[in-house]
């Protein structure tokens, strides 16, 4: 690996790593309350609440204008005294099961949760069948043995190859 080419490959791994750290940053200090234990569980509560226009960033992690504001909606309703489920409620009449990090078990929500172990079933029977083709056929692989003819044929061009 030259210098230049490993001078890229740290350079993009900082870079990657610099992505990855920026969206933790997402909540500003003007969005905050004063009560320490409001904040704590404000951000409990948007640590599992999702932003509706990110793709799977939660409001805390989010840097987007509308988890801004839902941010500061849910100290809001925070500070008018409502508790974290029916602020988490609040949302879900709004935005639907999505907006939760970690939508309930139900019949809509059954394909979300099922859909990985089925996709994970059907590769894991894929690959069974394919190793099983393949230890079936691995005793048959490799070329079939030459005849006496052709033995013959081949012992003679190396013959030739041989002699100057």
Known sequence: MTNRSLLALV???LINCGLAIGPSLAVQPDEMLD??????????ISKQLRCVVCQNQSLDDSDAGVAKDMRLKVRELLVQGQDEASIKQ???DRYGDY???KPPFD??????WLLPIIL?????????VALRRRGRGGAQQGPAPLDASEQARLDAMLQEDSQP
Request: glycine share 6%.
């Open 11 to 13: 350079l993009a791994a």
């Open 35 to 44: 009560d320490p234990q409001l904040e704590a569980t404000a951000r409990h």
């Open 90 to 92: 609040y949302f879900v």
């Open 99 to 101: 907006v939760l990090l």
């Open 107 to 112: 019949w809509r929500t059954a394909p979300l």
């Open 120 to 128: 994970l079933a059907i590769a894991g029977f894929g690959l069974a």
